[in-house]
């Protein structure tokens, strides 16, 4: 009994010290020194797991994960398709053709018009997506929109900042604005983009109208684009890139004219990208014919290759930035330096639409010199003796 007694005394003693640490009897060890009391040290605290740090330039994040494809050359253009390897954003917005059609956007004079303003509203159900350099037909005047609008269903009244693109009216023609599946041509797009003032983008549309020879009373850039013989060139580009350049993979692209690098347009998936991509390669096509002078006939462009389009789009990597509030949802992210311009919409930390512009290559107006083509001459086969 007294034994039992002293086992249950040593185990209530372990216990009260605290797990880990030897105790003892004096019985045990009478008239000696007990060993060293042996202690463990303290446990660490569990480590706290930190989580990467998120990207406050989503627009390198989206560059990092594109990959250059082989480009295609058709009369003065090469285009360079790109893909993603990390599609975060797989959401398809209506464009403003689309909202348009459905009766969804309402597009209006701000209360007696406004030159640099428009109201638009969606109406609908679903976001719509409104791309900087779209051209907005009808009211006073007819205008191009300054930068990437992303509109919410049920929107409700929002300002958007735009820019006039026909100086000689300002009259209610047509009360209802709409949409021909036009952006502006590329010099204009980038220039609205970049902030230029009304003056310049005038001045552009008067050199793009006497590139082209076309004549309009009310000084209208769309009339440009109405013209047959453009209408029939600019199909031409369409269907031949149609044919050898365009695959479902691809989200954007980078674009050369005449030798040069002029920009690159880059999308959130692939379905956005195929949803606009006809409507970009005519805004470059369109000015690529312009650029094309009557003494190109018997030369050809040099075709620039992949790296050099990987090289434009890392040269996003070492340009300044800085945001700003957008009219609609997310914020835009504006882009300079490095020989850039540009800009990126995002949402939810997703690019939406992300448009670089080498500064050097867009000039408005087109009437003034522009940087020299890359060009070769053509060779030809000597003629075989008789």
């Known amino acids: 009994m007294r034994r039992t007694k002293i086992w249950v005394s040593a185990i209530l003693f372990a216990l009260a010290a605290g797990l880990g640490q030897a105790s003892y009897l004096e019985s045990d060890y009478a008239g000696e020194a007990p060993p060293p009391r042996t202690v463990l040290p303290p446990a660490p605290p569990p480590r ?3 989580p990467p740090p998120v990207s406050d330039n989503p627009l390198a994040d989206m560059i990092r994960n594109l990959t250059v494809q082989q480009g295609y050359h058709y009369r003065g253009l090469t285009v360079f398709p790109v893909v993603s390897s990390r599609v975060t954003q797989p959401q398809v917005y209506l464009s403003v053709e689309e909202a348009l059609a459905r009766g969804d956007l309402i597009v209006e004079e701000k209360g007696r018009g406004a030159v640099p303003v428009l109201i638009v509203e969606n109406t609908g159900h679903r976001p719509v997506l409104m791309l900087g350099g779209e051209l907005l037909l009808g009211g006073r005047q007819n205008r191009v929109l300054r930068e990437d609008v992303l509109l919410p269903a049920g929107s409700g009244p929002v300002e958007v900042p735009v820019l006039c693109i026909e100086q000689g009216r300002w009259s ?14 590329f010099a204009v797009r980038g220039a609205a983009q970049a902030g230029r003032s009304q ?22 850039l769309q009339a440009i684009q109405d013209s047959p013989e453009i209408s029939e060139a600019l199909g031409e580009y369409r269907e031949d890139f149609a044919r050898h ?8 692209m980078v674009v050369a004219r005449w030798g040069r690098i002029v920009g690159a347009d880059v999308f959130c998936n692939a ?8 409507r970009l390669l005519e ?20 075709m620039p290759g992949r790296d050099e389009a990987e090289r434009f789009l890392r040269r996003a990597l070492r340009a300044g930035y800085s945001w700003r509030n957008s009219p609609g949802l997310g914020r835009l992210l504006s882009l300079s330096g490095a020989g850039l311009s540009g800009s990126a919409l995002v949402h939810r930390d997703d690019v939406l639409h992300g448009c670089l512009l080498a500064e050097a290559e867009f000039i408005v107006p087109i009437a003034r010199p522009m940087p020299e083509p890359r060009l070769r001459l053509e060779q030809t086969q000597p003629e075989s003796a008789e």
Not at 172 to 185: D, H, N, W, Y
Not at 283 to 302: N, Q, T
């Open 48 to 50: 706290r797991i930190i």
């Open 172 to 185: 209610g023609r047509v009360t209802r604005f709409e949409s021909r599946k036009s952006l502006a041509p």
């Open 199 to 220: 003056s310049e983008i005038w001045e552009g549309v008067s050199g793009y109208q006497q590139r082209f020879d076309v004549d309009s009373e009310t000084q209208d």
């Open 245 to 252: 350049c365009w695959r479902s993979e691809q989200v954007g």
């Open 271 to 278: 379905a956005m990208f195929r949803k606009h991509r006809d």
């Open 283 to 302: 805004s470059y096509a369109l000015d690529c014919i312009a650029y094309e002078a009557p003494d190109m006939r018997h030369k050809v462009a040099v």
